[in-house]
């Protein structure tokens, strides 16, 4: 549906397939290392989107609408810091077995009327949003049935995909009038974006690049205006977190229906394309180094929108995550990174001591680690990509203003703790090392 609405993401998903083909050629051990652990066919297909809701209804029924699928709210990202009047969390499969089976999020913010200071407006926006219903009712009837059946079958599934899709899908005619819309956007861009439609259409689409940098620098070439910078972090051998970037939001067509019934046509600029590479999630010590960095790298050079400065500020990152260690030894050695253990072909056939340290497994060759992939999102990167489909002039400042609790209640859940998520994958890779060692042992 997005690729026949987003013409342009059509283009990014062939630049996409076309670099990843290449890099895998170029690289067999990768292409090997690929087939052992995700699916190869489908590493260029999407890994996110995201959608920017009105209301705590929205909200909530967003979060049952998602369960059905396997999806539920990781992280709490707050926007406002960087500009943007939304606070979001990730909707995602949770589970390795989900996880490998699709793993596809779903970033979804909510509005902060509460963040805009034009009262009168706020209330208009308030109402305009309290009357709409971006749920159909039969998607509504069937997150019912699926929550009381814990599960639905083969054709209810069907129709309950068709239905939730209209949820997603673009409307070209705005709920309200062009003086309004003019208003909204006034306040900012974002507040028109929500407020306008009759529904959350979906703003993005990402897939997997096995080549970022590769992909940021043909866009141009296909005819695709790329935002500035990649956000995240630089280019590194063993990659760390998510980098990604994406194309500007294109200006599309949009009626608005004025009291006396006459249409005028407008614009709207808000649908863009994006992608992502992802490298290993950080402990809390590994994502304060990762955060000092990175205010570091802004410190010299900031990125300006229009690019003009985009190669000092690549330069600046890179030097300035020098003191990021490269190595998987050395990001475990300091405590930096969540790695997932497995016992090496020595460890299998030998009968270890279970009670030893893992380094000491490690050490003595009995155990192996791999990195554990980053599965979340970075409030930063994500303020960047806001940013640069907002309008690159609309920088606007609010105060830091987190709310979890009240985000959370609006909800009607806590969110997960990535950290303390990644934290538990890791500690039970190890107490299945450990089971098998004292297994052997007995
Ligand atoms: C979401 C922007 C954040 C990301 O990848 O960090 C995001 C939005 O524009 O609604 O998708
Ligand atoms: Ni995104």
Redesign the pocket.
């Given at each position: 549906m997005y690729r026949t609405e987003v013409p342009a993401y059509g283009t990014l998903m062939d630049i996409v397939a076309r670099v990843n083909t290449a890099t895998l050629n170029a690289d067999p051990a990768l292409k090997h290392r690929l087939e052992e652990t995700d699916s190869l066919e489908r590493v260029s297909e999407e890994r996110?989107g995201?959608?920017?809701l009105g209301t705590a209804a929205e909200l909530a029924m967003m979060r049952r609408v998602f369960a059905v699928m396997g999806m539920f709210p990781v992280g709490y990202y707050d926007l406002s810091e960087a500009g943007v009047p939304?606070h979001?969390t990730a909707f995602r499969p949770v589970g390795d077995a989900a996880l490998k089976r699709n793993p596809f999020r779903v970033?979804t913010?909510l509005l902060r009327l509460d963040l805009i200071a034009d009262e009168a407006l706020r209330a208009e926006a308030e109402t305009i949003l309290q009357k709409r219903q971006i749920f159909t009712a039969s998607a509504a009837e069937l997150t019912e049935k699926a929550e009381q059946q814990g599960g639905l079958d083969a054709d209810d599934a069907k129709r309950f995909v068709a239905e939730v899709l209209e949820t997603f899908r673009w409307h070209n005619q705005a709920k309200i009038d062009l003086a309004m819309y003019k208003r909204l956007h006034d306040a900012h861009r974002l507040v028109a974006d929500v407020v306008s439609f009759k529904g959350p259409h979906i703003?993005?689409l990402?897939p997997r690049t096995l080549d970022i940098d590769e992909v940021q620098r043909l866009m141009p070439e296909y005819g695709i205006a790329p935002k500035a910078v990649v956000?995240g972090p630089p280019s590194r051998r063993c990659a760390i977190l998510l980098r990604?970037t994406s194309f500007k939001a294109l200006e599309e067509a949009v009626s608005f229906q004025d009291a006396d019934g006459t249409w005028q046509q407008g614009t709207h600029t808000a649908r863009f394309g994006?992608i992502?590479s992802r490298g290993i999630a950080l402990t809390p010590k590994g994502r304060g180094l990762y955060d000092k960095l990175l205010t570091e790298s802004r410190k010299v050079v900031r990125p300006a929108a229009d690019g003009s400065n985009a190669r000092a500020y690549e330069k600046a990152l890179a030097d300035a995550f020098v003191p990021f260690p490269d190595s998987w030894a050395e990001i475990r050695d300091q405590g930096l990174g969540y790695f997932r253990y497995s016992l090496t072909p020595k460890g299998r056939s030998t009968i270890g001591s279970a009670d030893v340290s893992i380094d000491q497994l490690v050490a003595d060759g009995l155990v192996c680690f791999d990195p554990i992939v980053y599965e979340d999102?970075?409030p930063v990167?994500?303020a960047g990509?806001?940013q640069s489909?907002l309008g690159d002039e609309a920088a606007q400042e609010f105060a830091a203003n987190p709310n979890q609790q009240r985000f959370e209640r609006d909800l009607g859940a806590s969110v997960l703790n990535e950290f303390d998520h990644y934290a538990g994958i890791e500690a039970q890779s190890i107490a299945e090392c450990r089971a098998l060692l004292s297994a052997a042992q007995a």
């Open positions: 996110h995201a959608i920017r939304v979001s970033f913010s703003n993005h990402t956000e990604q994006e992502e999102f970075l990167s994500a990509i806001f489909n």
